[in-house]
């Protein structure tokens, strides 16, 4: 699967995305994969910060944008502007958009319309796709 035949800021080969990700991230951020539900531990975060593609380190969601959704997956309901890019992924024989890294291209997750207010999307990311800074003070 490939997400567009798109010149992205930060490009890498597969093997230099490789020796940067782990096998879980190399398997979502560059094959499109997901997590099990429930799985990330940034599910349940609700600290002040931003989060992050884990692949190039783009800030592309933002901690007061962050909600529960019950799903078993990190859920915001707005990224940070010109963050993502989104594509339509037919597989497993339904159509969805999935939410990618404008800046390097890699899966984050995919959204839905059945959010809270005041979008009404449910950006349903994986949280290995994603990391946490948290604010700091000052």
Not at 11 to 31: A, C
Not at 47 to 54: L, Q
Not at 82 to 93: N, Q
Request: net charge negative; charged share 25%; aromatic share 10%.
């Amino acid at each position: 699967m490939k997400t567009s035949d798109k010149q992205f800021e930060v490009s890498k080969t597969e093997q230099e995305w490789k020796e940067i990700l782990d096998p879980e991230q190399f398997n979502v951020l560059r094959k499109h994969g997901t997590e099990r539900a429930g799985a990330s531990p940034l599910d349940k975060q609700y600290g002040e910060g931003v989060y992050e593609c884990a692949g190039c380190g783009q800030p592309v969601f933002t901690s007061d944008t962050k909600y529960d959704s019950g799903t078993g997956w990190p859920s915001f309901f707005n990224p940070i502007e010109g963050a993502i890019e989104t594509t339509v992924d037919r597989s497993f024989f339904m159509t969805r958009t999935e939410v990618h890294c404008s800046r390097c291209g890699g899966h984050l997750g995919h959204v839905f319309s059945d959010g809270p207010k005041p979008t009404g999307k449910r950006y349903c990311m994986n949280g290995v796709s994603l990391k946490f800074q948290p604010k700091t003070e000052g």
